[in-house]
């Protein structure tokens, strides 16, 4: 019963581990791709941006605005550059602009607006407002007043500001992937195998080592089978090798502790009987008269 218990348990942790080995890691790159993704689309809109705010005509500004602008505009190529851009994580499927969001990650405007030392004003929109369009906003006088000092009309400070999110981005990617009987196999060979190496550990034995040994010998052997395949099957590929390597090593193990020679006992010699004839004198007894002779024993 024991050795069952240990099997098992092992069997179970090995399928966890070997299960989210393949999928754990799913979620965390996919949203890894999708914010790669979002990177690349914003750093093309400001792009776009940056061409519309530099040739656009300013022949009404004053020389202050004029130059706040260019300033504006030099900070929004930082911006750009640095990479690092508000996460629509509340509106799962739509396009939602985010003055700062959950991470304090400020939008595009927001940054504009911080860095020429109006923090006030982010934080209150932030507040307040965190996902209203700019032209949402033309209503605050702070930031009406803060777009004519830094020359900037509402028009251009909402092509300023994205949205973020919208629909899933799929992105297929096949060689990342393990297949799908490749993924059974490794998960019933591996399970076994670490279920064998757990008790030839724990609870060495005749029958664990040649099941650990049996089992350690296919997993390294589906290992090699795939080892130069795709990314995806290739990770598999190397964690079988290990699994199956230790395996073989435990069965090995317990086959040199259980498995020994066996030992004859020295044989206990019993005395040999031999056949003998031996003579007594006898005395019998038949009614009132004794006899007296001689006995013959016999013993063969």
């Not at 061409?51 to 005509?57: V, Y």
């Not at 064998?196 to 089978?225: D, H, K, Y």
């Amino acid at each position: 019963m024991k050795r069952v218990v240990v099997v098992l348990a092992g069997l179970a942790i090995a399928l966890s581990v070997t299960a989210a080995s393949v999928h754990h890691k799913a979620p965390e790159e996919a949203r890894a791709r999708r914010l790669g993704a979002e990177v690349v689309r914003l750093r093309s809109h400001f792009d776009s941006v940056d061409r519309e705010l530099r040739t656009a005509d300013i022949s009404r500004l004053n020389a202050s605005q004029k130059a706040n602008r260019a300033q504006l505009i030099s900070w929004l190529r930082d911006y750009r550059n640095a990479g690092a851009f508000p996460e629509n994580d509340r509106f799962p499927n739509r396009m939602v602009p985010f003055f700062r969001d959950s991470h304090g990650t400020l939008c595009a405007m927001a940054y504009l607006i911080d860095r020429s030392g109006r923090g006030d004003i982010v934080d209150k929109v932030a507040t307040t407002r965190n996902n209203a369009y700019i032209r949402e906003l033309a209503d605050d006088p702070a930031l009406i007043t803060w777009l004519q000092e830094w020359g900037l009309s509402v028009d251009e400070a909402g092509r300023i500001q994205p949205s973020y999110g919208g629909g899933p981005i799929i992105i297929v990617d096949h060689n990342e992937r393990v297949s799908r009987p490749y993924a059974i196999l490794s998960m019933g060979l591996g399970g076994i195998s670490m279920g064998a190496t757990a008790l030839n550990i724990f609870a060495p034995s005749r029958w664990s080592g040649a099941t650990g040994l049996a089992f350690g010998a296919a997993t390294v052997a589906a290992g090699a089978e795939h080892l130069r395949d795709r990314s995806g099957n290739k990770r598999m590929a190397q964690a079988d090798l290990t699994v199956g390597s230790i395996a073989a090593a435990s069965a090995l193990y317990a086959l040199a502790l259980k498995v020994r020679p066996l030992h004859r006992s020295a044989a206990v010699t019993q005395p040999t009987e031999t056949a003998a004839i031996r003579w007594t004198p006898q005395l019998d007894l038949v009614g009132a008269d004794g006899r007296v002779g001689v006995g013959l024993h016999a013993r063969f």
